[in-house]
């Protein structure tokens, strides 16, 4: 096949696994967790509306991805497909990075093996319909490394312009959070190995003299904003620091048990498909030390370890140890580099034995675990994707074809499984809330009035468009006895329940709604009438 065939090809290929992803997406649906995402979309619609302030809260400092939300929202309207935009946007762009960078690592094939992986990754799908930063900041550490990565390999003016643009990408992502700052000691190392060395010397350069530039603009920025150059700081301060998000109130052993085995148990309980791509990521990065040493290999392997480790026991504060809460999401960043070394795996030819023994310890795990919860299909899942891995990695011909094909099978199945059970995207409690709000016109009375909890308000604003609609909607904690219009509950039990009961009603309108009759219910949620 010729050149430009061959990149014709490629090409086709790698967009095929963007539309299988797109695909993915529109099954799963946007969802809508009225959590974090409720402030992005809030503040987003605030911007487009020209009312958006700083506020110190370290979601209101998220402008990289509040910003071009509000762009969506002044282009398209406030709906649930501009919501999501950035992020959708940000997963295809990383297939295509993935994809390009695999490329250039093993070849074409394993190009389109890690943009398959990567478009069908249950993680990466996941990301794309909820507004939330995990997903698009993973994106741009990995274009940033790749750009440096590229840049080190490259001489002149060309090392020149990938350095800059390594330092821009990682400006980029500190705007949409600051996890981008788990690259540091990566980027530390290298720099440091290659002035002992002497080499690189443009790439470098240009890297420190841009990274020196954009932090100056944004410390100016919010100098000139809010007085405090480092107010992007003092906010996570002000109120992160002390919530049981940070681990606030967490005890010593709390804190060992989430810097030690919490971690992986998050991983092999919710995540298979990402601990089998680190089974294979473990031999290939093992199979890489063997001389002559891959420098390419061990560049992304130490990447990777870098970004499960600043999620393993990096902290969020730089006053104290905060470690991240243990949610699947905050491991989106190691998806790309783990799709990228799972294709160089799948390529590589065969391997020996002593490199599969951390894999096979992973997997084995994996099922332990799964299975000591009652999780009999997970087990099977891990059963079975490590023995499709041990046949690609070890067996020849036919087999090994077959089993390849089952390997990409694997996570495209997991993600279509969890998309049509609703684990992926909007779920059917999210969507029994949508239809609610399409349904409270003809649900309740010309006249009356909704209460419920702050964020079930929040929530419904937001489906509304941010715009006033009948009836009116009136968080429960603002509310007061009135015998006037008729009054009707919203009652979401899990959001009441939250933390305690933080947002159960007062006892007036808990001992009102007890009496009330439901005229909508789905599940946990109910519309109540108060009657008089």
């Known amino acids: 096949m010729t050149r430009p065939r061959r990149h014709r090809s490629f090409a086709l290929f790698v967009l095929a696994a963007c539309a299988v992803h797109v695909a993915l997406v529109v099954l799963a649906r946007p969802g809508f967790s009225s959590s974090d995402d409720e402030v992005y979309a809030r503040l987003a619609h605030d911007m487009a509306r020209g009312t958006f302030e700083l506020i110190p ?10 910003a071009p939300t509000a762009a969506a929202y002044l282009a398209f309207g406030v709906g649930r497909w501009t919501t999501v935009l950035w992020p959708l946007l940000h997963s295809v762009a990383g297939i ?16 389109v093996l890690a943009a398959l992986v990567f478009a069908t990754l249950s993680q990466v799908v996941n990301a794309s319909t909820f507004l939330l930063p995990d997903g698009p900041v993973g994106v741009q550490m990995f274009a940033a490394a790749a750009c440096l990565w590229t840049a080190r390999a490259s001489r002149g003016r060309r090392a020149a312009a990938w350095g800059a643009a390594a330092a821009g990408l990682i400006a980029v992502g500190v705007t949409i959070k600051l996890t981008t700052l788990w690259l540091a000691p990566f980027f530390a190392a290298l720099f440091v190995a290659d002035v002992a060395r002497r080499r690189h010397r443009a790439a470098w350069t240009a890297f420190v003299a841009t990274g020196a530039v954009t932090a100056a603009v944004f410390f100016a920025a919010y100098a000139a904003t809010t007085g405090d150059a480092l107010y992007r700081l003092h906010a996570i301060a002000a109120q992160h620091n002390d919530t049981h998000w940070a681990f606030a109130d967490a005890s010593t052993a709390d804190l060992v048990r989430r810097l030690s085995y919490a971690p992986a148990l998050m991983i092999l309980r919710k995540l298979p498909g990402l601990a089998l791509l680190m089974a294979l990521a473990s031999a290939v990065a093992l199979h890489a030390l063997r001389r002559p040493r891959d420098s390419r290999l061990l560049f992304w392997a130490a990447y990777a370890v870098v970004v499960i480790g600043g999620f393993w026991v990096g902290t969020t504060s730089f006053a104290r140890m905060a470690p991240l809460p243990l949610l699947p999401r905050m491991l989106a960043p190691a998806a790309a580099p783990l799709a990228l070394l799972a294709a160089c795996a799948l390529t590589s030819g065969r391997m020996r034995g002593r490199a599969l023994a951390p894999g096979a310890i992973i997997v084995g795990a994996g099922a332990a675990v799964a299975l000591a919860d009652g999780r009999l299909l997970v087990a099977c899942v891990y059963v079975a994707g490590g023995g499709a891995l041990l046949v690609a990695l070890r067996g020849g011909g036919w087999t090994r074809r077959a089993a390849l094909v089952a390997v990409l099978a694997l996570p495209a199945a997991m993600s279509l499984y969890s998309a049509i059970r609703g684990g992926l995207g909007e779920s059917a409690a999210m969507r029994a809330e949508r239809a609610l709000v399409t349904s409270l016109p003809r649900l309740v009375p010309e006249g009356g009035v909704v209460l419920t909890d702050r964020r079930s308000a929040r929530t419904i604003r937001f489906y509304r468009g941010y715009r006033d ?18 009054a009707y509950v919203y009652w979401h039990a899990a959001r009441v329940a939250w933390r305690g009961g933080r947002m159960a009603p007062p006892a007036w309108l808990a001992q009102r709604a007890e009496r009330g009759r439901a005229v909508w219910e789905s599940g946990p949620q109910r519309l109540l009438w108060l009657r008089r």
């Open 469 to 486: 609609r009948e009836p009116t909607v009136v968080a429960w904690d603002r509310a007061v006895p009135s015998s006037g219009a008729p």
């Open 57 to 66: 809260e370290h979601r209101g400092n998220r402008l990289g991805l509040i």
């Open 96 to 111: 295509i990075v993935v994809a390009v960078v695999a490329r250039r690592m093993a070849g074409d094939r394993a190009g």
